[in-house]
């Protein structure tokens, strides 16, 4: 079968279990891979992407080199990893200029350096057009998976929501983001935060959202759950850009590119992980639960799923 | 100024300082990139490549899997890192079969077992051509730097020298390589050396060699040596398939691809060193020594400088 045919998901499904470690801290096709050693979790995660497909208009290489290492963070902190350092594998035109890829790299070292962590080097080579891989690994604690339980709170940590959809939004749409500096900060500099390993051990679970809100908390679904939407973060400012509620909300839902993470709280520890968050000066917003039975519901609605899929 | 007028090697040590830690196992620009943890030197590395320029007539995606999990193996145990385990990041077309990504990664998955290590998942996306980053991820016990000193040994590790070289050759002049399956395995599952780390801790330094041996070599005298080398390995098959002995050390000194290790060894450590090996059933070439000076000499000759470059 075809690639496009098949769909990337059900690609990726495919692929993660070939040759995976049978026991690992992170079960296969989880955000991030990782191995035992030392008797600590050592994590391993890449991502890479077309420098076209996520230069949005005003975003230059040092944003994108820093959107790069922003996305793989991500995924290892979502996991409770805290990154140590970042490779690039690079894929280049032979006529760019060379000031280009320096950008590129100081943009994915200024992420890096952000987060406490390095570049450690990595690849260039000749290519029809600017494609970027990141790598990152980290050290984690108490590794967690994806995993939810009937009766478990969901929690929203970051303020992203909407933001980086409202600036997807307006590249395509030929739209300035003059006077809505959050959602030009969200989508040109979207830090991941260290911030959540200060919730390492309270939590049950928790998934990297970087393919919408929607497909995240379908994603969570996955494992054999039902998921209750209650509330979503609606900032002013995406309101004011989205025009109405139902605008501003399919922006929060269907957005994408957040690098935030959806948290999964059992019932008794959601006072002490409220309490981590507002000591560490994390944004948390609490948006739902977790049920027996299948599907995400949004107010008793069931919510459509539309994730970006890259086949 | 473009990247083709810049040249590769000079991108690589332009960015190779950017981000890098202060206090790093191995410095910028060396093989593998990494930081200190827990007392630990933890490795990372990055190697990208494009799929039809590494395919070989009678390579299929499998092996082409199994070469890029061998190349950053191979960085990794030059640096004395213990592989732990492995991501892959593809870009694929969309009508690609998903029969050939599977085979690709289990190449990859084939490669990582060989070498007691794992697949971590990884990342795909739609490109226009088949390319890969594999990432790698090592735990060193005592992270050997590039380095050497007036009076060291050069030490050639491995059996693949001229091979991968003569593979390379009969692709592309549409030779069989049918009464050479030593020359085969060399390129087609180039396995890199697991028992070099038992030489840990006798080494001043090594270099992965990749791009040739006399690339390497000149990598060697770039830190500030001269490099003299008196003998080279010339396998019968190598001499056979090359039908003369100058066109066999024209495959020695500029084939590429062997993914083996240039040791520096200081001259009171060479028994122990040739005697670990023996035990090991590591071969080990003695092919020359470091000077005073500058530059590569082949028996006296200068030896040009002719390695491969992306730009």
Not at 227 to 240: F, N, S, T
Not at 242 to 253: F, Q, Y
Not at 280 to 292: E, I, M, Q, S, T
């Amino acid at each position: 079968m075809r690639l496009k045919d098949l769909g990337e998901r059900a690609l990726l499904a495919r692929l993660a279990p070939l040759g995976y470690p049978p026991e690992a801290p992170l079960p296969p096709g989880d955000d991030a891979g990782g191995v035992w050693a030392e008797g600590r979790a050592w994590l391993l995660k890449t991502d890479g992407f077309l420098y076209r497909e996520v230069a949005l208009k005003g975003m230059g290489p040092f944003e994108v080199g820093f959107r790069g290492v922003a996305a793989t963070a991500s995924d290892l902190l979502a996991k409770m990893g805290r990154p140590l350092g970042f490779t690039l594998g690079l894929f280049l035109p032979e006529d760019l200029e060379e000031g280009f890829v320096l950008e590129l790299v100081r943009g994915a070292a200024e992420a890096a350096k952000r987060l406490g962590a390095f570049l450690l080097g990595g690849d260039t080579n000749r290519g029809v057009e600017v494609a970027l891989t990141v790598s990152g690994y980290a050290l984690a604690e108490a590794p967690l998976p994806r995993k939810a339980l009937p009766g478990d709170l969901l929690y929203l940590a970051g303020d992203r929501w909407g933001r980086t959809g409202a600036a997807i939004r307006a590249h395509y749409e030929g739209r300035s983001l003059e006077g809505f500096p959050k959602i030009r900060e969200a989508a040109f500099y979207p830090l991941p935060r260290l911030e959540l390993l200060a919730l390492s051990g309270l939590l049950r679970g928790s998934l990297d959202s970087s393919d919408g809100l929607a497909e995240t908390l379908w994603q969570l679904a996955d494992l054999g759950v039902g998921v209750e939407v209650e509330a979503l973060p609606l900032y002013p400012d995406v309101l004011a850009f989205a025009g109405s509620e139902e605008a501003a909300l399919e922006l929060v839902l269907y957005g994408g590119e957040e690098f935030e993470a959806v948290l999964v709280v059992p019932q008794e520890g959601a006072a002490a992980v409220e309490a981590r968050a507002k000591a560490k000066g994390l944004p948390l917003f609490r948006a739902g639960r977790v049920v027996a039975g299948e599907g995400v519901y949004l107010r008793g609605a069931p919510l459509p799923r539309k994730g970006y899929a890259h086949f």
